[in-house]
């Protein structure tokens, strides 16, 4: 993913939640011209934290079930790395993940 500046970020998020039948709805904060936090709603009792800044280039998605990380990706520190189902404190590397990529391992692995 090229380095987008925060509306374009949001945007593609947006396009994502749109595309899949599992979003219920997602909330956008624009913080300043440079950071947004996303919430995506994905079923009663989760949702997907999205942060992203443009400076920077740091982004993060979490999955949220009961106020606990249980699956996320960023690339904060190490680089692009995982925080896998069954223990989100590990730090698997990977490459790059698009939101498009983590709502997809999202639904594969969480809502089946």
Known sequence: MARLNAIEFARS?????????HVLSYNVQILDDTV????????????????????SGK???????????????DNAFIGWHLHPFGNP?????????????????VEEKFLQ
């Not at 947004?36 to 443009?54: L, M, Q, T, W």
């Not at 949220?64 to 996320?72: E, K, M, P, S, T």
């Open 13 to 21: 998020v947006q396009n994502a939640c749109h595309e899949s039948a």
């Open 36 to 55: 947004v936090k996303i919430r995506v709603v994905i079923s009663g009792e989760a949702f997907v934290e999205v942060f992203y800044n443009a400076d």
């Open 89 to 105: 404190e590990q730090h698997d590397v990977c490459t790059e993940i698009s939101f498009e990529e983590f709502l997809r391992m």
């Open 59 to 73: 982004c993060s998605y979490a999955l949220i079930q009961q106020n606990r990380r249980i699956f996320g990706a």
